[in-house]
Nanobody, 122 residues
Framework: QLVESGGGLVQPGGSLRLSCAAS????????IGWFRRAPGKEREGVSC????????HYADSVRGRFTISRDNAKNTVYLQMNSLKPEDTAVYYC?????????????????WGQGIQVSVSS
């Protein structure tokens, strides 16, 4: 099971780092994706990273501001979020699966975490 952490309330322009860890086990062998669901909107793909961490992809809305990384030794995937905007406010989820060939697709991922709230507001 995947568990997200690191969410919270931050002012516009601020930063947060989300973590996605495997509870009591190693990370699944496939890609790891980050997704989010903003209030009143459907869940959307944010970013994904391949198993070896060599390639990653981002949604246009976050490219250049968010960075995904994977530390298999620590069984954790990170999402560093900089220059946060109010429109980044959402519940963020990580999930295992793939492939990671572009913006992650919900249907390609399984083993979802419970989600964590990120709120960007002054």
């Amino acid at each position: 099971q995947l568990v997200e952490s690191g969410g919270g309330l931050v002012q516009p322009g601020g930063s947060l780092r989300l973590s996605c860890a495997a509870s009591g086990s190693t990370l699944p062998r496939g890609a790891i994706g980050w997704f989010r669901r903003a209030p009143g909107k459907e869940r959307e793909g944010v970013s994904c990273v391949e198993r070896n961490g060599e390639r990653s992809h981002y949604a246009d809305s976050v490219r250049g501001r968010f960075t995904i990384s994977r530390d298999n030794a620590k069984n954790t995937v990170y999402l560093q979020m900089n220059s946060l905007k109010p429109e980044d406010t959402a519940v963020y989820y990580c999930a295992a699966g793939g492939p990671c060939l572009g913006t992650p697709l919900i249907g390609d991922f399984y083993s979802w975490g419970q989600g964590i709230q990120v709120s960007v507001s002054s």
